[in-house]
């Protein structure tokens, strides 16, 4: 397992940006996958994005097709969400994930795949 550390959250009006940092300390292998979650109060922890830390295959939730992106420096051991046309429904708790295994060319999305969870950062956006 890593320490997972998030920033970049904060209150932005609807159509606003925000970047969303996650910095890991320990040993990042190759095989390794990083995942955003989100989670809203009664709400279930749902996927948003994920990265395979070597190949850099990627994967999204529909909801946030065409209006996220996530990439990663490995060399600083970060991933990054940018999150562009926020709505207010994007509104939540946002959880930085990781994994090791053998995830080259496949994101797990399934939240009990991740065994590291950051403590989370809060997006929230305004109408």
């Known amino acids: 397992q890593v320490q997972l550390v998030e920033s970049g959250g904060g209150l932005v009006q609807a159509g606003g940006s925000l970047r969303l940092s996650c910095v890991a300390s320990?040993?990042?292998?190759?095989?390794?996958?990083m995942g955003w979650f989100r989670q809203t109060p009664g709400k279930e922890r749902e996927f948003v994005a994920g990265?395979?830390?070597?190949?850099?295959?990627?994967r999204f939730a529909d909801s946030v097709k065409g209006r996220f992106t996530i990439s990663r420096e490995n060399a600083k051991n970060t991933v990054f969400l940018e999150m562009n046309s926020l709505k207010p429904e994007d509104t939540a708790v946002y959880y930085c994930?990781?994994?090791?295994?053998?995830?080259?060319?496949?994101?797990?999305?399934?939240?009990?795949?991740?065994?590291?969870w950051g403590q989370g950062t809060q997006v929230t956006v305004s109408s």
């Open positions: 320990g040993r990042i292998s190759t095989g390794y996958a």
């Open positions: 994930a990781a994994v090791s295994g053998s995830f080259y060319y496949t994101v797990p999305w399934d939240q009990n795949q991740y065994d590291s």
């Open positions: 990265i395979t830390w070597s190949v850099g295959r990627i």
